[in-house]
């Protein structure tokens, strides 16, 4: 007799056990989420025949005995007791009265499996017998996953089979199960052996130096309370195969699968480096492997996929590293990830499981047939591929179980397909000795779908050429307006006339076919005119800005050779190439012929950065562009009564289709003034005057023009975004506040413009915003490092093919060559490799996903890192030289330029000489915002170069003196909020030193003018970018004029300190009523006065009091900068301080007092009639500071109010007429906007503050507790007057006190309440 | 057809599968110590299902040895025989 076949006699005094390290990992997570019922792990047997009911439950009940791990309580995270009458004997169910016995059976044991169990009390495993007829039962078997794993579950199976057997048939009656005791007592001795010290040994080194792991889905890793399941069994000639294969390499058919497994899932991270979970029994080799409990290990196997080398190598590496992962197998984990600090579900130890179980689960039973189906196998956190099966028996199946939290149902039935083809695909690649580089990762089906059907864009286009089409134009639309710059416009036939005459002179200058005409020219009619001459006359034109760097357009001129420039009068030669200037160009054409053009001849050449430095000039052929145009004339239905805004610099290549395509449907072309494109007002207020009907916005222009007040409410038929990505939140923010189809397009200068679009109008869910799908004759590829396609969902490279792709880059055939390749699926084609990655969404859309190469994009600009590395390294004393684009603020990304130099040491003002050497070679959008001198480059172990250890640039300030003036602090203060950077600034700061830019000086304008009332223009910070000059400039210009009327208005002379109060404006709009109370708050405490924009004529009034409220609380936190705010308003300044704070809470604002004023809900006033006439110059008086009823006898006109006001030397009587009809307006406005305002809950504390003279006796009906709807708490305090002077002078000595208190104490308790 | 299962036999077949010689392993070498590992012992369980001896997987597990397998197999063989006795 065997030593394991003694069973030891359990000590039934011992009842209380530890549990198995395997058992806590399940406690823990268990106990995480306990009502999760995904741990109940389950199947049922159907069984057909005679069956033995009896000796069935005998043979459970036998089970039972000797299962004692199955009858346990986990009374705690490390006790377990074996508990008596938790033992699972055998459920009858009798079904057979039932109208649909199996049905209800799978009902009842579906309930029993999505019930939750209680660890410390429900017995954790269930036998059940289901009677369904006289020869059909079901057998059901549950577990908790704490007391069994697949393993465990197969013993108990079986072992009731055995005794089955052995009861009705005499088979042989089997060695008993083990006890629990042996299984617990075995791991302890584990945990303090040698062996145990050298699996931990083995693992430490085994997982150093891991990457990151990842998952095939982003997303947390944790089950959720199902999961979805696919099945499919494998081909037989795949078993077959699959055997031969491990015959010839002496490797387990197991063991190939896992490693195949494993580069299955290399191919959908695009990494070779990967690792997948590998379940061990962990208990080989051990008495414990006859205990049903959970004992069972999840390994990370690490794999280095070899793509290139012989597969049948890479797969003996792979086995020969299972097998040494298996040898130290019992290390746990659990206790791997607690040593890697991977805690929690984001970081992870391992990717997808690969689970073999060559184990036939179904229990055979004598003399009946058997079923089975499971219904659950514990929690599947992410994906989980099982094979089962024997491949001998020409049966193996393929499971795919995914988290439905991660996964949509489509794709686990796509990964079950795609696996099993890939493994069948790569078992033959090894048997014919070839490597995994020629297995592809989709199916042929898949294939055809990505590559045929997506790029089914066959589609007519007219074989006439750019320029040919634009004759065709103006004879067929000859008496229409054509363009308009600046008050002038033109007819198509003017347009003609004046084309003609020019290509007739450049012609005879010996502008022709391939012929280059470069032009210099700013926006303007002339403009256009060039362009369209130089295509009549056949060559192509070359747009270059006369602004970038004299080295770089010397070298775009040495290696395009244009034959003539057409430039400005005044402008600059460029070498010796000779300027036509339009007072020179004729007027009438002579009737001479032109040269002829072709579809394959260059239109255009445009210059794109370049990665070794040397800018690449792209030339577009005509039928590459007419494709382009057509399809967008076709595709967006343009007709003659459009009107398109020709507002992009002609060398980005978005131009293009703005010049050319409203000619193209007989619509008019409005050219936008030279730098109108960077103003967002200026824009706006072309879009409404010119009733633009389709515009072009790179998206972050597009989002500083949404910032723009003056773009709210534009409506248009079209907005196309292009350049870079456009987001879903920026869409979504266009269509709140723009009424126009928005469309997302994509494409590479490479490809004539756009090659992609995707429709991003109103009610596109899309997150993110893909780039969509091909246009006309274009085909979108998404491949990997190999060329093959990639799956769907799986970033690859983009690449393009058909009729758009550009000819060549100018001269330099190599890169030519290198990124237009053979197309590999339409032989004698090529594709261009945009450097792109993408990915194809389930309904074929195109992702954008960002650069893969060091090319990056900013503001819509291609930027190649390496050029502007090239140019710092030609500085002498530079030796070594990194940028980077960096993103220190979200939203805010900038240029970073890294250098070592010589000697080590940085003299003083390097930085500035290093910038200024590069300011020779790049143009201004490339230089970098900041240089920072290293001593040395950070590197990695392995001597790279590891950016994420490059530090983040600090933008200092302190120049100069300290802001003194008003308006140098107003404008210092500005500055520190946009840029971010370190202060305290000086007034010699520069803006664009700090770290500046355009967009961020849009956004300094809006600010100032959002301050101020009045902006200054772009333009003037180019000139006055530092604070001293820019608070000069502002003390010289309008905003001096308005004083006191400005929309935020400082009220005292406390600047930083204390957290800041806003006073909202009464009726009247002006805050000045606040000065006392402002100043009363003390040195400390800055006060803000929020005033009503509507005091400005010229400004559009809100539409509601919410509005204004939103608009308000978006300045107010500008102005905070992250401080806690606290609100102040008297009357209806009271009711703006609450809608106020329900938006700054909505906007996750730190609100602190809210303090009310002697105010009231609109409730109160929604039903009162509208104040008669007179009751604007009421309020006027009120605001003046008298109470109007304590003035019977003045006569309510303005004349009289004036004059009152004046000699009662109020500030208001000094006002100049227009302000106080400014005012008279804004109360108007306050009144109307009360009655329909409705308030939101504000769920904080309010202070109230009461005038007591006025409700002690009044019958108004005016209680602060009216408030109480709409807030969360009220504390009331009386005050001795009315509420006419809540502000006055008496006012502040009862308030001032009482409100200095309550901020301190809001400020302290809110500090204790942030503490941990 | 195959051989039938004999411990010499079974000696050949785990030495395949750990890619050693069989001389190098001894009735009562304790397998796992040799490589062989519980991947490995389920293929060799497959592969005597093949020459006809159905072995429980557990109990070899408790004691992977050849000489603790091969009284497996024999009483497999006598508890057939009893059986249909």
Known sequence: MTAQSVRAVPDRSVRELPLTQAQSGIWFAQSIDPANPVFNTGHYVEIDGKLDVAAFATAVRQLAMEADGLSVRITGKDVQIVEERNRPLLELEDMTLRSDPKGDALAAMQTDMNSPLDLAGDPLAREMLFRLGAERYIWYQRMHHMVTDGFATGLVTQRIAEIYNATVAGGPKGAELTALDVAVDEEKAYRGSERSGRDAGYWHEALRDMPEVTGLKAGLARSASSYDRVERMLAPDICDSLLRLARTTQLSWADLLTALAGAYFSRHVRRNEITIGVPFMGRFGSPAARVPTMLMNILPLRLDVDEEGGLVQWLAQAAGRMARDRRHGRHRGEQMRRDLGLLGGQRRLYGPLVNILPFDALPRLTGLETRLTTLGTGPVDDITFTFRGDPAARCLSLEVDTNPLLYEAGETQSHAKRLANFVGAAVEAALAGRSLREVATVTDEERSWLLERLNDTAHPVTDRTLSQLLEDSFVSFADRQALRFGGRSLTYAELDRRTAALAEALAERGAGRNAIVAVTLPRSLDLVVALIAILRAGAAYMPLDLGHPRERLDRILASSRPILVLGAKDSEPLGTIEVFSPPAWPTEPQGRALGQTAGGSAAYVIYTSGSTGEPKGVVIEHAAIVNRLEWMRQHYDFGPSDVILQKTPMTFDVSVWEFFLAFFSGGSLVIAPPDAHKDPRAMAQIIRDEKVTTVHFVPSMLSAFLAEPGSRGIAMKRVFCSGEELTADLRDRFHERITAELHNLYGPTEAAVDVSYWPAVAGDSSRPVPIGYPVWNTRLYVLDDHLRPVPVGVEGHLYLAGVQLAREYLGQEELTAKRFVADPFHAGERMYCTGDLARVRADGAILYLGRSDHQIKLRGLRIELGEIETAILSHPSVTQAVVDLREDQAGEKRIVAYATLEGGEADDGAEGDILTHAGRFLPDYMLPSAIVVLHALPVNANGKLDRRLLPAPVFAGGRGLAPVTENEKLVAMLFERILQAEGPFQVDDDFFDLGGHSLLAVELMLHLRETTGHEPGIGVLFEHSTIGKLAKHLDRGAASEGAGLQPLVKLNAAERGRAPVFMLHPAGGLCWCYNGLARALGADRPAWGVQALALDPDEQAPETLDDMARDYARRIAFIADRQMIHVVGWSIGGILAQAIAVHLTEMEQKVGVVALLDAYPCDCWRDEPDPGPGAELKALLAIGGHDPDGLPELPLTREAVMTFLAESESPLGRLPAAALDGMVRVVALNNRLVRGHRHGRYDGPVLHFRAAKDRASDGTGLRPESWMPYIGSLDIRDVPLVHAHMTGAEAVLHVAPMLKAALLEHEMGRAKGDEP | ?85
Do not use: Y
């Open chain 2, 1 to 85: 057809m195959t051989k039938p299962l004999s411990l010499d036999l079974m000696r050949e077949d785990v030495a395949a599968m750990i890619h050693i010689g069989s001389a190098e392993i001894g009735d009562d070498d304790n397998l796992m110590d040799l490589g062989l590992d519980s991947m490995r012992a389920m293929n060799l369980v497959l592969l005597w299902q093949e020459r006809g001896v159905d072995l429980d997987f557990s109990q070899m597990a408790t004691r992977p040895t050849l000489a603790g397998w091969w009284q497996l197999v024999k009483r497999h063989i006598d508890e057939i025989a009893e059986a249909r006795s």
